[in-house]
């Protein structure tokens, strides 16, 4: 089984440059996740959709990042300016939750690296 | 989500078990345990997850206290790619969003 792919694995970027990254899922998984890892500390959810609708972005910051979800399947994120700030690793990752259960685990791609001087 | 505590770092020897605790006091009835790791430069891996009793898999083994206010996870021979980050979570199986919300986990370390 295939897993997440992500790309591109690398990014340098300066500053109020814009920049995007894109997540290709498990097939048939519905839920589709961003985290945002910065160095040191544990990833932390930045949008969640289900199929193609918005979930939960409560902790995206909006006035500069986006995402979308186009047909349910692949999905991408943008940042634009982007900030020193930003310089992170951006993980995508996909489930096939049975909702209410609890029993369900997802899965992470290798992430990409974004550096911004 | 119900917070969880867990030791900043550890160390054990190769081929030996090792048991990585992590307390979680206000737990709720509904909360499941989920244990997730990260080794060097990739994504978070699944371990494990548990609601009250013990549990096995081919990874590890989950040892839940009676009170489930803590939690430990057995590696029960440890390798040196075993060398990751360790995560405990709680998810309510009731949040209905399912979202994991990670804290800064155990950096497991293995001696040779």
């Known amino acids: 089984e295939a897993g997440v792919a992500q790309s591109p694995r690398y990014k340098i970027i300066e500053k109020r440059q814009s920049v995007a990254f894109w997540c290709n899922p498990i097939?048939?998984?519905?839920?589709l996740y961003w985290y945002q890892q910065i160095l040191g500390q544990g990833p932390k959810l930045l949008i969640q959709f289900q199929n193609n609708g918005v979930v939960d972005d409560s902790q995206l910051p909006k006035d500069r990042f986006s995402a979308e979800r186009l047909k349910g399947v692949d999905s991408t994120l943008k940042i634009q300016p982007a900030k020193l700030e930003d310089s992170a690793v951006y993980l995508c990752?996909?489930?096939?939750?049975?909702?209410?259960?609890?029993?369900?685990?997802?899965?992470f791609g290798p992430g990409t690296r974004l550096t911004v001087t | 989500d119900a917070k969880t505590t867990q030791p900043n770092s550890m160390e054990s020897n190769e081929e030996e078990p090792v048991h990585l605790p992590c307390n979680h006091s206000?737990?709720?009835?509904?909360?499941?345990i989920h244990w997730y790791r990260q080794l060097p430069s990739q994504g978070p891996e699944y371990v494990i997850h548990g609601l009250t009793s013990n549990v096995n898999n081919r990874m590890a083994s989950l040892a839940i206290a009676e009170d489930r206010k803590s939690s430990t996870l057995i590696l029960h021979r440890a390798t040196l790619r075993d060398a990751a980050v360790y995560y405990c979570i709680l998810r309510d199986v009731n949040f209905g969003n399912e979202k994991l919300t990670f804290g800064t986990g155990t950096r497991l370390t293995i001696i040779p």
């Open positions: 206000t737990i709720s009835g509904t909360d499941y």
């Open positions: 990752a996909s489930s096939s939750n049975v909702p209410g259960t609890g029993t369900y685990e997802q899965y």
């Open positions: 097939s048939g998984h519905a839920t």
